[in-house]
């Protein structure tokens, strides 16, 4: 998911025996080959045991013949399969990243400092979402483009008619992603181009590039992609920008400032590259009115915070960041959610007992640290991260902090808590009076990729949902009936739309076969009824 700042055993003991060894300098895959770059590299770190792993560089490459045989090459072997076809490709590709879980939740625990159920929502999370656009691609055949929408008459006499089409673009999917999600993030977005016929390069966060790496070794190694299909450049993203044409796309994550760069450069701004931003968001959660301490509907957001708190050490970009309760049960659900946190148990993520593991790198500790500075001065401490001992860590090397719940009795007057984003465990518990002081103060926001909320009254969740779906991408409503079944506030499916408005970057993401929008173009095919007749799809046998 995910904006800037995602984030004693032996080390050799924690790496598989095939993994690259100490400081090896990762290659990248473009042009149909493994390229090294050639500078020294940047090296990537184990951030509890502050140990190097391997090293990246992407110095040298040559970007715009690359970028030529991804389009050229992988661009038009994709077009010339069907959905059905292409389909079963993603199909082979879950099978081969299946096959290779093993060494991918050992490299999630040294590179992102992750425990294991928070690596499973990368790993097995991108695998998942892989089979779900398998399936979906399945059901749309043999075809090799899609119809929007019935055919529209252009007169009174119906033979001359227009049917919208949507093909794959000619050109490629650039990927610019976050460090939070090496895994996840790339097949949350390649899964959906891929089904397209459209070819891609990743250029994954360097802190974290080795999961991506990897994947996309396995991958083509297997030799289950057409030539050109899937790239990596791993390292630094200078020039990447630079070689998209008209008909290529870039799909960014991460922060708001990197996000403005992209939609300043000269791709975008002259020559009107299709993109996608996923950047800041504030979001919320919030208990609507009439709801007692101690309650289900209560005990659920309970639970919830304390879980998207620490879950990835709030390194998410779905996290909740901002929790909103009526005033009658501020201190209630301040006593409850510390509580909660005070049993999540913070060090190494090789020790058993450990809960929660480690921010991504040392940046992101001292961003983490200094965002919280920030919001300290506005806000009351409700619960102490500082309190959580590391468990077989060294606190001077391990990048690891305690989850922190900060607290203000007015909301209204505290800007910087609606403003400023913690990339980490950190998150404000804020009182309202009535539903709509709630619902604007969680506009505040000005725009969010997840809102949650949590009830017992369907019409008042419904008509709440309602309130804020102009807002953020994704409502998450909560009732005691769907407690122990709904897929969480932070979790993003498949089926459901990720993006959000406004701050959050005014992208889309997802949402089923939606996705495929992205990466397809839309044109009016004018013409009389017996040559649209051809382009409606056979009867599937």
């Known amino acids: 998911m995910p904006a800037a700042g995602r984030r004693s055993a032996d080390r050799r003991a924690s790496i598989p025996p095939s993994e690259a060894p100490l400081s090896e300098l990762l290659s990248n895959f473009v042009a149909g080959r493994w390229q090294a770059g050639n500078g020294a590299g940047t090296p990537l770190f184990d951030p509890v045991l502050g140990t190097e792993l391997a090293r990246v560089d992407a110095g040298g490459l040559d970007l715009r013949a690359a970028f030529d045989f991804a389009r050229e090459q992988g661009g038009a072997a994709l077009r010339a399969l069907s959905y059905r076809e292409r389909a079963a490709m993603l199909a082979a590709v879950v099978k081969v990243l299946q096959a290779n879980r093993d060494a991918y939740y050992e490299i999630a625990t040294a590179n992102s400092g992750t425990v294991k159920n928070d690596s499973a929502s990368d790993i097995d999370g991108g695998i998942y979402t892989l089979s779900t656009y398998a399936k979906l691609g399945e059901g749309l055949g043999d075809r090799r483009h899609l119809l929007d929408s019935e055919a529209a008459r ?212 001292n961003s983490v640290r200094e965002g919280l500075a920030t919001l300290r001065a506005h806000t009351d401490l409700l619960h102490d991260g500082a309190a959580h001992a590391l468990i077989d860590a060294d606190p001077a090397v391990a990048c690891c902090v305690g989850p922190t719940l900060l607290g203000t009795r007015a909301p209204a007057a505290a800007q910087q808590v609606h403003d400023v984003e913690v990339f980490g465990p950190v998150a404000t518990l804020m009182p309202y009076g009535d539903l709509a002081e709630g619902l604007a103060l969680v506009r505040r926001g000005q725009g969010s990729l997840a809102a949650s909320l949590y009830g017992s009254d369907a019409i008042a969740l419904a008509g709440a949902a309602l309130e804020l779906a102009d807002s953020h991408g994704r409502v998450h409503v909560i009732s005691p009936d769907v407690g122990a079944a709904h897929t969480g506030h ?22 089923g076969l939606r996705a495929l929008n992205f990466y397809h173009r839309r044109a009016a095919v004018q013409a009389s009824t017996a040559v649209l007749s051809t382009l409606a799809p056979a009867p599937q046998a």
């Open 154 to 365: 252009l007169g009174k006499d119906p033979l001359f008619q227009s049917q919208h089409v949507l093909v794959p673009t000619r050109g490629l999917a650039l990927f610019i992603n976050a460090f939070n999600f090496p895994g996840w993030g790339l097949w949350e977005k390649a899964a959906p181009a891929l089904l397209s016929g459209v070819p891609v390069v990743v250029k994954p966060a360097t802190a974290t590039a080795w999961l991506t790496q990897r994947m996309v070794k396995d991958v083509v190694d297997a030799g289950v992609l057409p030539a050109g299909a899937l790239s990596i450049v791993c390292g630094s993203s200078a020039g990447l920008l630079d070689q998209l044409q008209p008909f290529d796309v870039v799909s960014f994550t991460g922060s708001a400032d990197t996000a403005a760069l992209i939609r300043s450069h000269p791709a975008v701004a002259q020559r009107s590259v299709r993109v996608n931003i996923e950047a800041d968001s504030l979001n919320s959660a919030l208990l609507l009115p009439g709801e007692a301490a101690g309650g289900e509907a209560f005990e659920l957001l309970v639970k919830e915070v304390a879980r998207e708190m620490t879950q990835k050490s709030g390194q998410k970009c779905t996290a909740i960041r901002r929790v909103f309760v009526p005033q009658a049960v501020y201190d209630a659900a301040a006593a409850a959610i510390g509580a909660r946190l005070a049993k999540t148990t913070v060090g190494n993520p090789r020790n058993d007992t450990v809960r929660m593991g480690a921010l991504v790198g040392r940046a992101q500790l």
């Open 490 to 511: 932070g979790n993003v499916m498949p089926q459901s739309l990720h993006g959000g408005p406004g701050r959050a970057g005014g992208g889309e993401e997802l949402g």
